[in-house]
């Protein structure tokens, strides 16, 4: 087991080199950026159009439904569904609460 903890030990120690190495190459590319970037008189609104980024799309995007009915009590209903009980328990055909456009 001793050689496995060693190994261990090893690919800690290379992971650390690996994630320093990757920041100062990181730095030095922002700093080459920037410098380049003031030279040619760039400024950061054309440096980020020049990278467009992918566009998150909208978990719902669909519209609510239109309402088609509603009473005098500010009840609504788009005709969608299981008929309300406001409906049902007014007595009245749903066509009594139709919305006229």
């Keep these: ?3 496995l903890q060693a190994l261990l030990k090893q690919q800690r ?7 320093k190495a990757r920041e ?10 920037l410098e ?3 030279e040619a008189g760039l400024t950061a609104a054309d440096i980020c159009n020049a990278f467009p980024m992918k566009i998150q799309r ?6 609510s439904p239109k309402v088609k009915y509603k ?11 299981a008929l309300p009980r406001w409906v049902r328990d007014s ?4 066509e009594a609460f139709l919305i006229k456009e």
């Design 58 to 63: 909208k978990t719902n995007t669909r519209a």
């Design 24 to 33: 100062e190459t990181r730095e030095a590319a922002i700093a080459k950026i």
């Design 1 to 3: 087991m001793a050689n």
């Design 71 to 81: 009473d005098n009590k500010g009840n609504t209903w788009s005709g969608r569904g």
């Design 36 to 38: 380049v970037a003031e």
């Design 91 to 94: 007595g009245k055909p749903k």
């Design 13 to 19: 120690e290379l992971e650390a080199q690996i994630h």
